[in-house]
């Protein structure tokens, strides 16, 4: 069985969220100060924060990937291939149902982890103007 990602936000092949892009940014924009109504001064911090939640993102399809091509199909009856074949489908489907529910639910605990501990953000976007919670729903959306 041959599985592959069907389809990929172009944000994780974009160039925004590589170590190099993020690196010259930085370098061309040097920061002096950090205040959370200036996006120039933040934005290193949410690309940051994007390519870290792209590199999560692959590694756990990655990681279900794996767990999936490990799993036994056990019956204790003969069956038809066209039965086989529907049975392996019925599978395919439930994985990719359960798969981004269950990466949602992590990042879920993540953020009422960083909520509940009262974690703030060197930035500041923690709460106020919500550019956080906007960053992670874009990128959890598609």
Not at 36 to 64: H, M, R
Not at 114 to 141: A, H, K, P
Request: negative net charge; charged residues 15%; contains cysteine.
């Amino acid at each position: 069985m041959n599985l592959s990602v069907l389809s990929q936000h172009q944000i994780y092949s974009s160039s925004f969220v590589t170590d190099e892009w993020i690196k010259n940014f930085v370098l061309s924009n040097p920061i002096s100060s950090y205040s959370p109504t200036n996006f120039q001064k933040i934005v290193i911090g949410i690309f940051q924060l994007l390519a870290s939640l792209c590199k999560l993102s692959q590694e756990y399809l990655t990681d279900e990937l794996s767990d999936l091509m490990t799993r036994s199909f056990i019956n204790s009856h003969i069956i038809s291939c066209q039965q086989f074949h529907e049975q392996i489908e019925s599978i395919m489907n439930q994985f990719q149902e359960n798969t981004p529910i269950s990466f949602l639910a992590t990042l879920q605990l993540i953020r009422n982890m960083i909520s509940d501990n009262t974690l703030m953000s060197v930035f500041e976007t923690n709460y106020g103007n919500g550019l956080l919670q906007v960053v992670i729903f874009l990128v959890i959306r598609d």
